[in-house]
């Protein structure tokens, strides 16, 4: 087994790490504090292409396989989760949905852009009464001539205020049960599609998250994506994606956490000695370095199924689930070894553990994951 990246993969790896060193890195906690879109940054990732590496040449993309693409992740969450999470849900979820289920007009007309980062895409999903209950969602698309004609609520939409392509999923026969929701690309813009305000989060304060009302919004019916009937299917293809996204972003997080723990407690003296000496910290820290080996191994295997074409749901689901919850357990020990400084504003180790919480919660929570997984190990 050949567990060493390619070449290209450590250029990307250190490409990455270096914009974000010059770009993302000032600005993380001020965009943070502000819950600031960084429109400045998502220039610089189109003018670099990176906003749609795994996506062939002839759309607009860099060409690139996925784990490439997660290694990226990896290397932006490191810096600033919540600008990690917007491009997974861009590349990961939006890009990949069209490219996987689109007409050739429509990645024309809507994946060109989007690989090239000039439009960003957003996943419109969850509903107020449906969030892993996916079967519980109520917004309709009726066919009348030659429109859908769309009406529901969505809500925690990822990319929401910020977005320009959005991936609308919608039942367009209920009665047929999970053959009768289907998917449709909608425009920023279009009459009747109203977007909210930015949510107020514990974390992930600049990715930008909304509700969205769409009432008698008339979608024609070329954005219908795939068949009418797919639409469940895709977004379950849409989870699989954006679930290894988030255990790269899981990863990055726990990289950062990792390196402000080494490096405070390298400095910081107490009882004569750094507090790197004392075994108690010194044990903290080698359960962090593990677990983040183990996330990493376990993201990284399930990006390289997917580029083998072979199934990857159930690894997903494992590296989401293992990856979130290390996260969440590593960051809350990065704050301790941090003391009473890990605990106030202005801390990174603060921001990373404000920002890990939510990735044992969306893109499925670690129950739906464990339902995931068992469901795949009893058949």
Not at 125 to 133: H, K, Y
Not at 136 to 160: E, H, Q
Not at 311 to 326: G, H, I, Y
Request: glycine share 10%; charged share 25%.
């Amino acid at each position: 087994m050949d567990f060493k990246l390619t070449e290209e993969q450590e250029l990307i790896r250190n490409n990455m790490r270096e914009f974000c060193e010059k770009y993302v890195n000032p600005i993380a906690a001020e965009i943070d504090e502000n819950s600031r879109h960084p429109a400045e940054v998502f220039q610089k990732l189109a003018e670099g292409d990176w906003m749609g590496m795994p996506i062939p040449q002839e759309y607009g993309g860099a060409g690139a396989d996925y784990l490439t693409h997660i290694i990226a992740v990896e290397e932006i969450s490191r810096a600033c989760a919540s600008t990690g999470f917007t491009v997974s849900i861009h590349v990961g979820i939006a890009c990949m949905l069209i490219l996987l289920f689109g007409t050739e007009e429509q990645k024309k007309k809507y994946l060109v852009p989007m690989a090239k980062g000039k439009h960003l895409g957003a996943f419109v999903l969850t509903e107020p009464g449906a969030g892993t209950d996916v079967m519980a969602a109520t917004t309709t698309a009726v066919l009348d001539g030659n429109d859908y004609v769309i009406n529901g609520t969505k809500t925690f939409t990822s990319n929401g205020p910020t977005g320009d392509t959005y991936l609308l999923f919608a039942w367009t026969d209920k009665a047929a049960g999970r053959k009768g929701m289907s998917a449709f690309v909608v425009s920023r813009g279009t009459p009747g599609m109203k977007v909210g305000e930015h949510f107020k989060k514990m974390g992930l304060r600049s990715s930008q998250t909304s509700e969205m009302v769409f009432k008698d919004c008339r979608v024609p019916k070329e954005n219908l994506i795939g068949k009418e009937g797919m639409g469940l299917q895709m977004a379950m293809t849409g989870f699989d994606h954006g679930r290894t996204g988030i255990a790269a972003q899981c990863v990055g997080i726990i990289q950062a956490a990792l390196d402000e723990s080494i490096k405070y407690s390298k400095e910081r003296v107490q009882f004569g000695t750094p507090i790197a000496r004392h075994q108690a910290i010194a044990w903290m820290i080698a359960d962090m370095a593990t677990d983040l080996a183990a996330a990493r191994y376990l993201t990284y295997h399930a990006a390289w199924l997917k580029d083998q074409k072979q199934p990857f749901s159930k690894e997903a689901a494992m590296a989401k689930l293992f990856a979130s919850e290390a996260a969440m357990k590593h960051t809350i020990k990065a704050v301790q070894i941090h003391g009473g400084y890990g605990y106030c504003k202005g801390a990174k180790v603060e921001r990373l553990m404000r920002d890990a919480k939510i990735t044992e919660i969306y893109e499925g929570t670690s129950e739906a994951q464990r339902m995931v997984i068992s469901g795949n190990v009893l058949r």
